[in-house]
């Protein structure tokens, strides 16, 4: 479950920030290192869980509305062979 409130582009603007950060602070202060790839990795598994839960959102919603296009159109067949056993039903008795 996603832990931030950040949109997508501000977690990408974050990652990418923290990465320049990383560069820079390259050989210096090991406590800033750690610091700073923790926060990555934080940022990262947020971004893919957002990224995930978008996707399962999408196909639940593709899904649903082929179920419904699909009802739909069973719907158009059963009104076009009602129309069609009507019209033999009147020649028949014509």
């Known amino acids: 479950?996603?832990?931030?409130?950040?949109?997508?582009?501000?977690?990408?603007?974050?990652?990418?920030?923290?990465?320049?950060k990383q560069i820079q602070a390259r050989g210096n202060n090991l406590r800033l290192q750690a610091l700073l790839k923790s926060t990555h990795q934080f940022l990262?598994?947020?971004?893919?869980?957002?990224?995930?839960?978008?996707?399962?959102k999408w196909e639940e919603?593709?899904?649903?509305?082929?179920?419904?296009?699909?009802?739909?159109?069973?719907?158009d067949v059963e009104m076009v062979d009602d129309e069609l056993l009507a019209d033999q039903f009147c020649l028949f008795y014509l």
Not at 44 to 56: A, G
């Open 44 to 56: 990262d598994r947020e971004l893919k869980e957002k990224q995930q839960s978008r996707k399962r």
């Open 1 to 20: 479950m996603c832990k931030t409130k950040m949109q997508t582009d501000e977690l990408l603007d974050m990652i990418l920030s923290v990465s320049y």
């Open 61 to 75: 919603i593709k899904t649903d509305l082929a179920k419904r296009s699909k009802v739909a159109a069973d719907d």
